[in-house]
């Protein structure tokens, strides 16, 4: 019984250490850029350049380099217009063409639907580093 009572509390001290961790922004990068009709491949390689130098920045303690990517396009009024979240993404994939492809395709299918034809739209990504948690939680125990 008092195993079972000691693994409960663990559990719940590492759930609380996540969501702390998680709260004060640990492991998140954001940007925005403006984005003009026609631009849609310009700031796709604008979004990998950017990605690639916050990968330099991340740690990867005990091999734990998996970062997730979302990106959001957003009007004049800040009304959300497409999203598309890139899951647990390994870092060699920004290096290979994988990711800057999937991204390149996606941007292109926003701007063929018409996404970017308004005016004041904005591009912004979250960039999370499961590496950044992992170090934070490895220090705070």
Same mark, same amino acid.
């Given at each position: 019984?008092? !195993?079972?009572?000691?693994?409960?509390?663990?559990?719940?001290?590492?759930?609380?250490? +996540?969501? #702390?961790?998680?709260?004060?922004?640990?492991?998140?990068?954001?940007?925005?850029?403006?984005?003009?009709?026609?631009?849609?491949?310009?700031?796709?390689?604008?979004?990998?350049?950017?990605?690639?130098? #916050? *990968?330099?920045?991340?740690?990867?303690?005990?091999? +734990?380099?998996?970062?997730?990517? =979302?990106? =959001?396009?957003?009007?004049? !009024?800040?009304?959300?217009?497409?999203?598309?979240?890139?899951? +647990?993404?390994?870092?060699?994939?920004?290096?290979?063409?994988?990711?800057?492809?999937?991204?390149?395709?996606?941007?292109?299918?926003?701007? =063929?639907?018409? +996404?970017?034809? #308004?005016?004041?739209?904005?591009?912004?990504?979250?960039?999370?580093?499961?590496?950044?948690?992992?170090?934070? *939680?490895? *220090?705070?125990?």
């Amino acid at each position: 019984m008092a !195993n079972a009572i000691s693994r409960l509390l663990q559990r719940r001290s590492l759930r609380r250490a +996540v969501s #702390q961790a998680l709260d004060s922004g640990v492991g998140l990068y954001h940007t925005s850029w403006p984005v003009t009709l026609g631009a849609s491949d310009a700031i796709a390689g604008e979004l990998i350049a950017w990605c690639r130098e #916050q *990968l330099g920045a991340m740690h990867r303690p005990y091999g +734990v380099d998996s970062v997730s990517l =979302a990106i =959001a396009a957003a009007g004049e !009024n800040q009304e959300p217009l497409a999203s598309a979240n890139f899951s +647990v993404l390994r870092p060699t994939g920004f290096y290979t063409g994988e990711v800057e492809a999937e991204t390149r395709a996606m941007l292109a299918r926003w701007a =063929a639907d018409g +996404v970017f034809e #308004q005016a004041g739209v904005r591009l912004s990504a979250v960039f999370f580093s499961w590496g950044d948690l992992t170090q934070e *939680l490895v *220090l705070a125990s």
